[in-house]
C-alpha cells in the first residue's frame, strides 16, 4: 500500500472561513477581539464604555452575535459606533462564516478595532475560531470565583480576562467572590493572561483596559 | 416503488435514554427535575437550601453535571444528601445516557425527588431531554432583564422560572433589573410558566418554591 503525505493540515470549513478573516483583516491592519463570555456578565455595557472612552482616538466597530433580537445592536448604535447584528436563530457559537459576512457590512477602511461579541455562552463560543487576533473572557463577581476551575477551556484561551461588577464587591452587602482565587485558577491555566478587573457601571478599571486595547491597536501590525 | 410506513417515530439515542429514564423513575414514583440556567446564577446554593428546608419532608438526591470538578456535588454532600457528579469533560450539555448512568448509583429506593443540576449553559441543555418531569429555568437578577428575550427556547420549555438573587435588588445600590419586564416575557413565550422569585442567600421565597416542590411530588403519580 502506497502513503501519500499531503503535508498539510487538512482545515475544516469554519477554519478556512477564520483564515480568510484572518487575512483579511490583517491586510487592512485592524485589531480584532472575539469576547465570550456567560449571558449577562456584561459584555455589551463595557463596550458602550470601552467605545465611549475611546472616542477620538481608536475607531471601534463592532459585530454582535445573538440568539435572538437586535436589542444589543440597538445599544452599541447610540454611541455612534457601527455595528452588525448576527442572529444565531438557536446556535450557541458564532461561526467564521457568519463573522465574515458582517464584516462586509462594516466600514472597514475607516476601523482600527473590531469588538466581536460571541453568543452569551461560556463553554461552546471558546471551541470556533473566528479569525480574531486574541479571545477576551468576561467574568461578573456575582456569577462566583470557582468558574474559572469549573470552565477551564476558556480561561486557558483568552489573551484578557476581565473580571467585571467589582462595585457588587463593596459594602455595606458585599458578593462573596473571592478574586485572588480568581486570577490564581486562570494563571493556573493560562500563565500569560492579561486580568483587569473593572465596572462597566462605575468606570472602575477602565483606564488600565483602554490602556491595553490602546497599545494592543498600536503594536499589532507595527 | 413501495411505501413502508413505520408507523412510528424513530428516536434517537438520547431520545431512547430519556425515555429510559422517564419510565425508570415513574416505576420508582419519582419526581425528577432538570435545571438549567447560566452558569454562577446560583442553581447549587438553590439546591442546598431547597434540601434543608425539606429535610424530613422529601427525600432529595442530586445528579450533578459539570465540564470539570466535583465541586458541586462535594456542596450538595454537606447537606447529607446524596449526590452523584457527571463530568462532561468539556461537553456543553448532559446527555440521557449520563443521567441513565448515575440513576444506577443512586439509592433510588430511598428518594422521592431527583434534582439534575446540568452543566451551567442558557442553550446547549435546553435541547436535550434527559427523561425528567419538568425543566426548571434559573435566571439570576445580575444577569439581566433581557435574558427571555435573548435566550428565548429554554424559558417557552420549562415548568418553573426562578428568578434568584433578588436580594440584589434592593437599596441602597439596586441591581438593575425589571422583574415586571421577565415574568411578561417569560409568559409570552410559556403561558402557563411558574415563576417563583427568591434569594438562596437569604431564604426569601422560599416556602413558595418548597410548597410548590412537595404539591409536585405528591400529584405527580397520584
Given at each position: ?125 471558546s ?20 468558574k474559572p476551575a469549573k470552565y477551564p477551556a476558556i480561561f486557558a484561551k ?27 485558577d486562570a494563571?493556573k491555566l493560562n ?32
Open positions: 500500500m502506497q502513503k501519500i503525505d499531503v503535508g498539510k493540515k487538512i482545515l475544516s470549513a469554519n477554519e478556512e472561513y477564520a483564515l480568510r478573516n484572518n487575512r483579511f483583516l490583517a491586510e487592512h491592519k485592524i485589531l480584532c477581539l472575539n469576547m465570550i463570555s456567560s449571558p449577562g456578565s456584561g459584555k455589551t455595557t463595557i463596550l458602550t464604555r470601552t467605545i465611549s472612552e475611546l472616542k477620538g482616538k481608536i475607531k471601534i466597530g463592532v459585530i454582535e452575535g445573538d440568539i435572538q433580537t437586535d436589542i444589543d445592536t440597538q445599544r452599541i448604535k447610540t454611541t455612534g459606533a457601527p455595528a452588525v447584528q448576527i442572529n444565531t436563530n438557536g446556535a450557541c457559537h458564532l461561526s467564521a462564516a457568519q463573522v465574515n459576512s458582517a464584516l462586509g457590512k462594516l466600514p472597514i477602511k475607516k476601523l482600527d478595532l473590531i469588538f466581536i461579541e460571541n453568543v452569551g455562552n461560556l463553554v461552546c463560543p471551541a470556533f475560531e473566528l479569525g480574531e487576533n486574541y479571545k477576551i473572557v468576561v467574568l461578573s463577581v456575582p456569577e462566583g470565583d470557582d483568552s489573551k484578557v480576562l476581565l473580571i467585571n461588577k467589582i462595585d457588587l464587591l463593596k459594602a455595606p452587602s458585599p458578593v462573596d467572590f473571592d478574586i485572588e482565587r480568581v486570577k490564581t494563571r500563565k500569560g493572561i492579561e486580568i483587569f478587573p473593572v465596572s462597566a457601571k462605575t468606570g472602575s478599571g477602565f483606564a488600565e483596559w483602554c490602556q491595553w486595547l490602546a497599545k494592543s491597536v498600536k503594536n499589532l501590525y507595527s
